[in-house]
T-cell receptor, first 114, second 113 residues
Framework: NAGVMQNPRHLVRRRGQEARLRCSPM?????VYWYRQLPEEGLKFMVY????????ESGMPKERFSAEFPKEGPSILRIQQVVRGDSAAYFC????????????FGSGTRLTVV | GDSVTQMEGPVTLSEEAFLTINCTYT??????LFWYVQYPGEGLQLLLK?????DKGSNKGFEATYRKETTSFHLEKGSVQVSDSAVYFC????????????FGQGTRLTINP
C-alpha cells in the first residue's frame, strides 16, 4: 500500500518559468491538501481539494498559483512565472474523508527558484 | 485566528536525557492537537494526537497531554535516543474533523551520543 507520492522530489526553475508539482494520494483517499513550508518555518495551509472540486483555497496566493485534482490522475499544484520567494518545500497530504485526523503526508517537493 | 506557539530551538541533549518541548495554542472552540516529526529530507509523520481535554497521546515513548486550562500540549520523553534527532511540529485542527491544520514553527532537536 504505497503512501502519498509526490514528484518530483526536487525541482529547479528559473525566474519566470512554470512549476508543476504532482501528488498521488493514497489508494482510497479522495481528499487532498497542499501545504507550503518556507525555510525554518512551519507548514502553512494552501488548498484543500476533493476529486474535481476545490473546497477551500483560503491559503493560496491570489495570483500565479492554481491547483486541481481531476477525476483521473494526480493532483497538480501549478505555479506560473515563479519568483525567488516561491522557493520552499511543498507538501501534499491525503485522507479518506474530510478531517485532519486522518492525514498522511507525502515526502514533499523542494522547489528552488534561481 | 487560531495559532500555535512552540518553544524556540534548536534543542541539543545528550542520549538518555529527559525531553520537554513546550507547545501552547490559541483557538476558538475545542481543537484536536497533534505532534508531527520530520526527519531530514522527509515529509511529516504523525507522532501522536489528542482530541479532547485531558486526553494523553503517546507513541514510541513520547507523550503529550491535552491541557485545556493552560491551552498547552507539551511533548515529553523520558530517555531520548540519537535516532530521535529531527524537527518536531505541534499543530491543531480548528475544529474536530476540520480540513486544515495550523502548525507551530517547529523545534529542531539534536541528540548527541
Amino acid at each position: 500500500n504505497a503512501g502519498v507520492m509526490q514528484n518530483p522530489r526536487h525541482l529547479v526553475r528559473r525566474r519566470g518559468q512554470e512549476a508543476r508539482l504532482r501528488c498521488s494520494p493514497m489508494k482510497g483517499h479522495s481528499h487532498v491538501y497542499w501545504y507550503r513550508q518556507l525555510p525554518e518555518e512551519g507548514l502553512k495551509f494552501m488548498v484543500y481539494l476533493q476529486k474535481e472540486n476545490i473546497i477551500d483555497e483560503s491559503g493560496m496566493p491570489k495570483e500565479r498559483f492554481s491547483a486541481e485534482f481531476p477525476k483521473e490522475g494526480p493532483s497538480i499544484l501549478r505555479i506560473q512565472q515563479v519568483v525567488r520567494g516561491d522557493s520552499a518545500a511543498y507538501f501534499c497530504a491525503s485522507s479518506p474523508e474530510q478531517g485532519a485526523d486522518g492525514y498522511t503526508f507525502g515526502s514533499g517537493t523542494r522547489l528552488t527558484v534561481v | 485566528g487560531d495559532s500555535v506557539t512552540q518553544m524556540e530551538g534548536p534543542v541539543t541533549l545528550s542520549e538518555e536525557a529527559f525531553l520537554t518541548i513546550n507547545c501552547t495554542y490559541t483557538a476558538t472552540g475545542y481543537p484536536s492537537l497533534f505532534w508531527y516529526v520530520q526527519y531530514p529530507g522527509e515529509g511529516l509523520q504523525l507522532l501522536l494526537k489528542a482530541t479532547k481535554a485531558d486526553d494523553k497521546g503517546s507513541n514510541k515513548g513520547f507523550e503529550a497531554t491535552y491541557r485545556k486550562e493552560t491551552t498547552s500540549f507539551h511533548l515529553e520523553k523520558g530517555s531520548v535516543q540519537v535516532s530521535d534527532s529531527a524537527v518536531y511540529f505541534c499543530a491543531l485542527s480548528d475544529i474536530q474533523g476540520a480540513q486544515k491544520l495550523v502548525f507551530g514553527q517547529g523545534t529542531r532537536l539534536t541528540i548527541n551520543p
